[in-house]
């Protein structure tokens, strides 16, 4: 059960729990300390299952292709289009999972002689496949069409192509309905006709994940064919960095294969052979070994910005680029329109809390609407607006045609759901997405319709109890139990990310000493124990909270605090700091 009362940061904190046998087996079996045996145990990993864990491989959890349904069907006919040398089609999204699931399916046609039409579409066109990209491809005599993480419920866009003569396989991941678009081949693991497998992690797979494997499906059906005797074989895992990339960001599970995806795909990444992930590195100046949070917070932000504010095709022109100079060019675009999208983003936040602070809400939601607010920012703003109120956020724009939309949730509420039941009732034109993310379309005179719909979902799944957000911690540690062994250790876990979250750890009755200002807001300070242990500590982006002025300015002798350990390399260094997420007065036994 969680402590009742609240943090300096308005948390309740919870101790994970865990077997203490499975984490002393742990230990005695891969000789790992006890704090991340016990780390290990309350994220739910078996004994048995550490191995995977700690050296995901692809070998051993990347399955047969074929267990997904219509793969077969889908890797025969990609198979044939590149031996008959067809024009094919591919349309993708304009987020990063779109860019890389795009890339990595046209890196491999090109590898086999075979040059696609690509169409992403940008923001005002509308998420996933449309009228007018087939409409593009017949006038340039394509007639076979790949989308990529989309498509699944696009049934009326599919009837009209159907019509046209198109022939279209689907290889997507978003929420599926009972009903199936008319297509040759619907590969998504959420098709609701797929049974649970012995590799449950599927259903958990990005759409990079899903092309990828269907890659691996084709490229067989090539080689049993003989393709390969007069062409030359492509290299499939040099493009598992772009995996990796479009995995993290788009915040799926870092579990079973997903894990594997990543792991390997950033060694790939840190040879820096893809020309247009080393240009985006080098402008943002990161030189060391790549890991998860580069993907999700320095390479993810740039290539989304062309697809939010951009040009939405710069993301696959980026990961597809030919020479340096190419990719050093598109580059310098993705950062200025990262920019840009930031001073527009500040904007419409800003905007989106003076409405929600301005007024009474009736619903255990964050919802608000705006005069053509740029479409490529609202859901990083209902992200926003979901971390500041901890409550579902639903941001629309209202522009002249309809209102476009995009919402994230908190646990417990399952956004993919509720989208389909507000289409079900006629309040949606369109919509989708997962259980924590969602899109969708409407008219303007159901606003208020919808607003209520969506209000009286939430409270349904909610209840009337306040909603406070729930701190886990999974191990305890003392300030001289701090150490760079330790770190090593832990380390072992990543990638971290979503499904997999970084190791959260207390130290118990520590004393805050030397505090002070730095930067834009954060907090630096010294944590200290009774027997004279030291551990330099960071708060970022807090001086305005309470938590923040706390820190610098202690009012009691003792604290507990919670936070992640990592490895300080800023400038050269190999040391430790603590990264502080929460506190509490201390003193407690």
């Known amino acids: 059960m969680p402590d009742k009362e609240k943090s300096l940061a308005g948390n309740l904190w919870k101790a994970v729990s865990f077997s203490e046998r499975n984490a002393e087996l742990i230990a005695q079996k891969y000789g790992l300390s006890p704090l991340v045996s016990s780390v290990l145990t309350a994220k ?53 999972d779109g860019a890389t699931s795009t890339s990595v399916l046209r890196l491999f046609l090109e590898a086999n002689g075979n040059v696609p039409f690509v169409h992403i ?105 003989g393709f390969y005797q007069n062409h030359p074989e492509p290299p499939l895992m040099n493009w598992l960095d772009l995996v990796a990339l479009g995995t993290v960001c788009d915040v799926v599970p870092l579990l079973g294969l997903n894990r594997a995806f990543v792991r390997q795909g950033l060694k790939v990444m840190a040879q820096r052979r893809n020309l247009g992930l080393k240009a985006l590195f080098d402008k943002s100046n990161v030189t060391e070994a790549p890991r998860a949070y580069h993907l999700g917070f320095v390479l993810g932000p740039r290539i989304n910005a062309c697809g939010r504010v951009g040009e939405a095709a710069l993301g696959n022109r980026l990961l597809c680029a030919r020479s340096e100079v190419e990719a050093n060019l598109l580059a310098d675009k993705l950062n200025q329109f990262n920019d840009q999208r930031k001073e527009i983003e500040s904007y419409v936040l800003l905007e989106a809390i003076e409405q929600l602070e301005g007024q009474p809400q009736s619903y255990p939601i964050a919802f608000v609407t705006g005069k053509d607010w740029h479409q490529g920012v609202i859901g990083i703003v209902a992200g926003k607006l979901k971390e500041r109120y901890n ?4 941001v629309m724009s209202i522009e002249p045609d309809e209102v476009k939309g ?21 309040l949606l034109t369109k ?73 959260r750890l207390m130290l118990k009755n520590v004393h805050i000493k030397k505090p002070a200002l730095f930067g834009s807001g954060h907090v630096r300070c010294f944590l200290t124990g009774d027997n004279g242990a030291s551990l330099k500590a960071m708060a970022f982006r807090v001086a305005d909270s309470t938590l923040g002025k706390e820190l ?37 036994k």
């Open 121 to 225: 579409p940008e923001r005002d066109e509308g998420y996933g496949p449309s009228i007018m990209a087939f409409d593009e491809f017949a006038a340039q005599d394509v007639n076979f069409v790949i989308t990529v993480d989309c498509g699944t419920t696009a049934f009326d866009v599919f009837d009209y192509a159907k019509e046209k003569g198109f022939e279209i396989v689907v290889l997507d991941h978003h929420e599926a309905e009972i009903k199936r678009p008319n297509v040759l081949a619907l590969v998504n693991p959420k098709r609701l006709d797929e049974e649970d497998t012995d590799y449950p992690y599927l259903k958990y797979m990005a759409a990079v994940g899903v092309v990828f494997m269907t890659v691996v499906a084709v490229n067989r059906v090539l080689r049993q064919r």
């Open 431 to 503: 919509g989708g997405g997962h259980i924590m993310a969602a899109g969708f379309s409407l008219n303007e005179d159901k606003i208020e319709d919808f607003r209520t719909f969506v209000g009286t979902y939430v409270k349904e799944k909610l209840g009337d109890e306040e909603i406070v957000p729930i701190l886990e911690i999974e191990a305890c540690l003392d300030v001289g139990g701090a150490t760079l062994s330790l770190v090593e250790e832990l380390e072992q876990l990543e990638p971290f990310g979503a499904g997999n979250a970084e190791p």
């Open 552 to 588: 610098l300015a202690p009012e009691a002798s003792l604290y507990d605090v919670v936070g992640v350990l990592r490895r300080d390399t800023w400038q050269g260094r190999n040391s430790l700091q603590f990264i502080i997420e929460d506190a509490r007065k201390g003193g407690n």
């Open 406 to 426: 995009s919402a994230r949730s908190i646990p417990n509420v399952d956004l993919g759901a509720l989208i389909i039941a507000a289409k079900e009732r006629g």
């Open 44 to 96: 739910g990993i078996s004994p048995d299952e550490v191995g995977d864990f700690i050296t995901p491989k692809l070998q051993r959890l990347m399955p047969e292709p074929y267990v997904l349904k219509d793969m077969e069907i889908a890797a025969e006919r990609i198979a044939k289009a590149i031996q008959n040398n067809e024009k094919i089609g591919i349309i993708g999204d304009y987020d990063v």
């Open 391 to 394: 409550l579902p956020a639903f």
